[in-house]
């Protein structure tokens, strides 16, 4: 079983970038979507970005389309979230997820299972 953890959350003003990583232990993170997620304050979680096993195919929510990408690096068992001119509603804790179906990217939070902790992006005005 994938078991993600996530990292590189902080502190940014607007109009900065980040960039967070999903490190995945478990021998079928190559052959599996990854997607991430957020959850701001007083809101529901939400779909940000979802990637194929071979990074070939991607998906993003209309609200980070042109400023986030999603990539990974299967030989480091890795996925990234790159943000950037990021916005104040953009605060949120982020989440990685490891997908439970084979094939395409999906964007439905039922669609994924082994989320990780999640991670803090602020960002200030």
């Known amino acids: 079983q994938v078991q993600p953890v996530e990292s590189g959350g902080g502190l940014v003003q607007a109009g900065g970038s980040l960039r967070l990583s999903c490190a995945a232990s478990?021998?079928?993170?190559?052959?599996?979507?990854m997607g991430w997620f957020r959850q701001a304050p007083g809101k529901e979680r939400e779909f940000v970005a979802s990637?194929?096993?071979?990074?070939?195919?991607?998906a993003y929510a209309d609200s980070v389309k042109g400023r986030f990408t999603i990539s990974r690096d299967n030989a480091k068992n890795t996925a990234y979230l790159h943000m950037n001119s990021l916005k104040p509603e953009d605060t949120a804790v982020y989440y990685c997820?490891?997908?439970?179906?084979?094939?395409?990217?999906?964007?439905?939070?039922?669609?994924?299972?082994?989320w990780g902790q999640g991670t803090q992006v602020t960002v200030s005005s």
């Open positions: 478990g021998r079928t993170f190559s052959s599996i979507a």
């Open positions: 990637i194929s096993w071979s990074g070939g195919i991607t």
């Open positions: 997820a490891v997908q439970k179906y084979y094939g395409n990217p999906r964007k439905s939070i039922s669609d994924f299972g082994s």
